[in-house]
């Protein structure tokens, strides 16, 4: 075997990474534990029943909450031996990854966490994942955002001073093996370098870079059926949108229910929506009712959902169509709801507009908090969402729904969470917020007002 890793590795025990989760030092345990989750949440999103994953630097495997049949890899025996006790990983091998010699294009995803800042040849590894990764398979990893000023490698610095100089643990005293350092723009050459297309790559709070990549070629089964799923598209006026949407969820996905819910278009959207030949289409048309809003927009539109499961997004693209098959993924496997957070901007927003998007998702998440309610890391105002039904009928049933809910606003997501139980843990996906394509924001001073209303009334 290649020595590719630090010679101090093989040496730490098994309870090295479980340690890091009970730490009292709540910084340390708050980084890991938010690392494995958004981790577990990347993998969920892309996983289908029967896939096949390998874990290249899988340690003890702790992002695999769920024990999905994963091959780990990894020169630490001991890490090994605790992972396939544990149930994270089926069975191992004794390997630095960069030469596994297993057959091409055995696996449908490949992980690497926190593992490719400690490898020599580390583009060698990058390559194997490509070789290993079927047509269409996805290479998910994580690394230290670890640039001069950035906050991790500070602290970093500070971990390798306490504990490696001033306690002589020889592992953090060799900067715990950690030779190369990433930016997002370095990691994202390397990936583009040996042929992946990067699907989406941001950063947990400038500490940890997270980068999902897919190899060439199409993934997963052309006939599959998403009859299990409504999506519902609350539309006012988006003519010049709806159409390009509703095409683009018709091709990719085969047998989906949809609901366009209008509130009152006063331009060509019913007869665009109506031009559109697809049998489990239709138009919600709510031009006659009393109460306008979004909000009020979907839950009309939640009642007429037979489906086992439900999806709400924007009419105008700026939630991109590609992210639906991530929620349903998410749902058929974990079942409840399923939020999916903006981690990336398209355009450049104005001064203005970043203002105003933080200072209502810091209000949005305080009135939350208020309630008891930790959602501090979701997008809890995104407004794209999927949800089994008895979930919601649960929390909030038919009978009172409309009740509890500000019929006028646009944040029926905010509405909903501060309804549901504290129980309710949502899983995650992520996705690059679009530019809208066509017309303007629907949002005025009275949208704004009704959410101030959202966050301050029971």
Known sequence: MNKNISPNYEGIKEDFYFKQTVSKNPLRKWFHLNRYR?????????????????????????????????????????FLKCAKQENRIYDYMI???????????????????????????????????????????????????????????????????????IFGNPYYKARCGHINHFSPDMIREAFTKYGFNIELIFDMRKFTIFLCAQKDGTNGEPNESYSDITIILPTLNEE???????????????????????????????????????????????????????????LDAIELVETEYFIVMDADGQHPYEKIGDIINTLRHKNGLVVASRVE????????????????????????????????????LGGFFGCNLKTWTDCVPNGSVKNRFMLKGYKVLFDFLKVAPRELKPEEIYYKFATRRADVSKINIKIYLEFLKSCFLP
């Open 38 to 78: 958004i981790a577990n949440s990347l993998v969920i999103s892309k996983y289908k029943n029967g896939q096949k994953i390998i874990d290249f630097g899988c340690g003890t495997c702790d992002w695999n909450t769920e024990n999905l049949r994963v091959f780990g890899v990894d020169t630490n025996e001991s």
């Open 95 to 165: 390997n630095d990854s960069c030469e596994t010699k297993l057959p091409d294009e055995t696996f449908d995803i490949v992980t690497a966490f926190e593992f490719l800042e400690h490898v020599k040849d580390y583009e060698k590894v990058i390559q194997e994942a490509h070789r290993l990764l079927k047509k269409g398979g996805y290479f998910i990893i994580s690394v230290p955002y670890d640039v001069t000023f950035s906050m991790w490698r500070s602290l970093f610095s500070l971990q390798v001073i306490l504990r490696g100089y």
């Open 240 to 298: 010049r949108n709806i159409s390009k949407v509703l095409k683009s969820i018709i091709s990719r996905y085969k047998d989906c229910r949809i609901i366009v819910a209008d509130d009152g278009s006063k331009d060509n959207t019913k007869q665009v929506v109506n031009n559109i030949e697809y049998e489990n289409l239709t138009f919600l048309d709510r031009g006659e009712e009393q109460i306008h809003g979004l909000t009020v927009s979907v």
């Open 345 to 380: 901007v398209e355009k450049e927003w104005s001064f203005l507009r970043k203002s105003l998007s933080f200072s209502g998702t810091a209000l949005a998440k305080s009135s939350l908090l208020f309630r008891r309610k930790n959602y501090l890391s979701y997008d809890v």
